[in-house]
């Protein structure tokens, strides 16, 4: 059974950082793609960023040069860096792999 479990999510002021985390536990994740998402209150869930098998990586234009995602094998565990943040990168951000989701960590950026 899979299951993706997410932390690191934190209310931070405007122009701060947080670092998400995205631990795995029967799935190898660097055997899949691995991506992030986000939902914001009333909006539709949109993708973040993603990282491939491959180590091809994948940004949103809105958080490309801000966010960073990034897999630690050993740890089978994928990280979102987020600096710059933004009132508007306020959401749920969720890790997601073949088939499955995580419960979502919650992000709040206050200006």
């Known amino acids: 059974q899979v299951r993706l479990v997410e932390s690191g999510g934190d209310l931070v002021q405007a122009g701060g950082s947080l670092r998400l985390s995205c631990a795995a536990s029967?799935?190898?994740?660097?055997?899949?793609?691995v991506n992030w998402y986000r939902q914001a209150p009333g909006k539709q869930r949109e993708l973040v960023a993603s990282?491939?098998?491959?180590?091809?990586?994948f940004y949103a234009t809105s958080v490309e040069g801000r966010f960073t995602i990034s897999r630690d094998n050993a740890k089978n565990t994928v990280y979102l860096q987020m600096h710059s943040l933004k009132p508007e990168d306020t959401a749920t951000y969720y890790c997601?792999?073949?088939?499955?989701w995580g419960q979502g960590t919650q992000v709040t950026v206050s200006s």
């Open positions: 997601s792999a073949p088939d499955s």
């Open positions: 029967g799935i190898i994740f660097s055997l899949v793609t």
């Open positions: 990282i491939r098998s491959d180590g091809n990586i």
